[in-house]
């Protein structure tokens, strides 16, 4: 199979010859990859204006409300997967970095680029999946290997193989089947960041990712935060019910 959607190639996993899309899964994705491209602009669009409007404020608060409004969405966006508020030092700082690992996340992902789909409970899948973890493991990235299995292990919506040197996303076919457009969506803005922007798993939202109560450090370069991040400014600026 290869086909293109939207201008992504897609094609099937190796280990999944035979595997073809239907006209509802190709719809689907379709609808997919246009939904992640709206997640990361709106999102990008409304940090960029909270980060003129903190610009602004420092000069008339407000000219910066009424020009770029309350910010409320980043606002809740931010404590709730970045774990960080206005009352930490380093705020603006931080801002900054989400802004620029975003951009770059953005301009990949309306740019052409590749997904593959297949199915992960495919035994070669998995064994794949766990080969790459004890690479890892060789490699002395203790970390990334824990990140590699525990995923295996909670059922896979998507991956990056970040040693191939195409790093291309990889999208679990039944995700398709199962998921809202936006949460299919938010697996591809997950796998964009490591792809494009180099983030890495410090926790995924299982992991107590929500107002940070796991106590994560440097969740700046966390893929699923910038995942449910987009995915809660999205929704918010569209004003899409729950679910979406
Ligand atoms: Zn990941």
């Known amino acids: 199979m290869n086909i293109v959607l939207q201008g992504v190639t897609v094609t099937n996993w190796s280990k999944d010859p035979l595997l073809k899309l239907n006209t509802t899964q190709r719809r689907k994705l379709d609808n997919v990859i246009v939904t992640s491209r709206r997640m990361t602009a709106d999102s990008l669009k ?74 992960i409970h495919d035994g070669d899948d998995i064994r794949d999946g766990i080969r790459d973890a004890f690479h890892e493991v060789a ?70 990712l929500k107002h940070n109560a796991g106590g994560h450090a440097n969740l700046i370069n966390n893929a699923d935060s910038y995942a449910w991040a987009c995915r809660l400014m999205w929704k918010r600026k569209r004003n899409l019910p729950s679910g979406s």
Do not use: C
Request: glycine letters at 10%; aromatic letters at 10%.
């Open 46 to 119: 409304l940090l960029r204006d909270y980060r003129s409007k903190r610009v602004v404020k420092s000069v008339d608060a407000q000219m910066a409300k009424d020009y770029f409004g309350s910010g409320e969405y980043v606002k809740e966006a931010l404590d709730k997967y970045f774990g960080i508020t206005k009352a930490s030092p380093t705020f603006d700082a931080d801002l900054d970095a989400i802004i620029a690992k975003l951009a770059t996340t953005d301009g990949g992902l309306q740019a052409p680029f590749a997904i593959v789909v297949g199915n």
């Open 139 to 208: 490699q002395g990235q203790f970390s990334a290997a824990i990140a590699s299995l525990k995923f295996i292990r909670t059922g896979t919506e998507g991956w990056v193989h970040g040693g191939h040197a195409l790093k291309r996303i990889h999208l679990n076919v039944n995700s398709l089947d199962s998921e809202s457009d936006g949460k299919v969506a938010r697996i591809i803005v997950h796998e964009a960041t490591h792809k494009f922007a180099g983030t890495v798993d410090v926790a995924y939202k299982w992991d107590n």
